[in-house]
């Protein structure tokens, strides 16, 4: 099953931890998010390419985890650690960061919006569940910052919830489990464990919402577009899935040196078919995903001259 992959993917990334490399060197240091989560093990991975440098370009790396995109946005901008995680939707609604000099090394795959109700749940299409716990994520999280926007474009109420928990990724699908919460969302790349969990072992279903739902948001919301999770990509998924993806971005803080900037966007290029074993979540990952989903306007500009050399951007667009 996919979803074992991705978990033990995580485990193989977590065994090998990354070389020293000499003190005097730029040491990278990536905001990430719940250890269980695709950032964490994304994290891991860009830190074993960066072990496949040339040694003259090597640079140390180690990976942190936090709350999620809000909260790397705020440590890239007081510049705490030099390279954070985040979603494209949640970087467009922080122009702060932008602001305070923070730009997109790439983007490394899509950030899809699940929802995952108990499978008894039947409700109106366009109506939130009533009467139910649910879970939003906790503050700072991507997670936490997509609910909130989606359900207030599309009029969701959360009174009608007969609770709104905040509970962090790592604690939510054992929630959902033991029966404490009913609901939960989740902004992750696919296949994702919890989401998995919740619903081969939990009677769990993803919910499904009406095409015209989803594309009210995604008018509203220009990081994002339509996704389509195929069939059998998670237990009991029949039918392709229609919901909504964002990208996950690697950024890099005002600190960070060009060097490191052309250190990272050649070794991901240049590694492209390691990058994508390290993760079920990379499968799809190639070169071009770098600029895929992307603000040009934010590119760094040592990563948009790269981008631009390699024919991978085209003028001032990507493809």
């Known amino acids: 099953m996919r979803w074992l992959a991705a978990a033990c993917a995580l485990l193989v990334l977590q065994a090998f931890p990354v070389p020293a490399a000499p ?41 942190e985890e936090t709350a999620g995109s809000g909260d790397n946005l705020g440590r890239l901008v007081n510049s705490s650690l030099n390279l954070g995680i985040a979603q494209s939707d949640v970087v467009l609604n922080t122009p702060t960061a932008a602001a305070a000099g923070v730009r997109v090394i790439g983007g490394l795959y899509p950030e899809v919006f699940h929802v995952v109700v108990r499978d008894w749940l039947r409700e109106e299409d366009n109506r939130e569940p009533s009467g139910i716990v649910f879970n939003i994520g906790i503050p700072g999280s991507g997670q936490r910052a997509t609910t909130e926007d989606f359900f207030r474009v599309v009029g969701f109420d959360t009174r009608r919830f007969k609770a709104v928990l905040e509970l962090d990724p790592a604690e939510q699908a054992d929630a959902f489990c033991r029966r404490r919460i009913d609901a939960f969302t989740y902004v992750a790349g696919i296949p994702n464990t919890a989401v998995a969990m919740a619903i081969e072992r939990c009677g769990g279903r993803l919910r499904d919402f009406r095409r015209q739902t989803i594309g009210q948001y995604v008018r509203s919301n220009p990081a994002t577009r339509f996704y389509r999770v195929r069939p059998n990509a998670y ?19 005002p600190s960070l040196s060009d060097r490191a900037v052309e250190t990272l966007v050649l070794s991901l290029i240049e590694h492209a078919g390691r990058f994508r074993l390290m993760h079920p979540a990379f499968s799809e990952f190639s070169p071009q995903t770098l600029v895929t989903g992307v603000d040009p306007e934010m590119l760094h500009p040592v990563a948009r001259h790269i981008y631009t050399q390699r024919s991978l951007l085209r003028g001032t667009g990507a493809k």
């Not at 919901?243 to 890099?252: E, G, H, P, R």
């Open 235 to 253: 237990p009991s998924l029949d039918e392709t899935y229609t919901t909504f993806a964002s990208t996950a971005l690697l950024l890099a803080a």
């Open 23 to 63: 003190a005097d060197r730029e040491r990278l240091a990536i905001a990430t998010a719940s250890l269980t989560g695709v950032y964490y093990g994304a994290g891991n991975a860009i830190c074993r390419l960066m072990d496949l440098a040339p040694a003259r370009t090597r640079l140390p790396c180690r990976i």
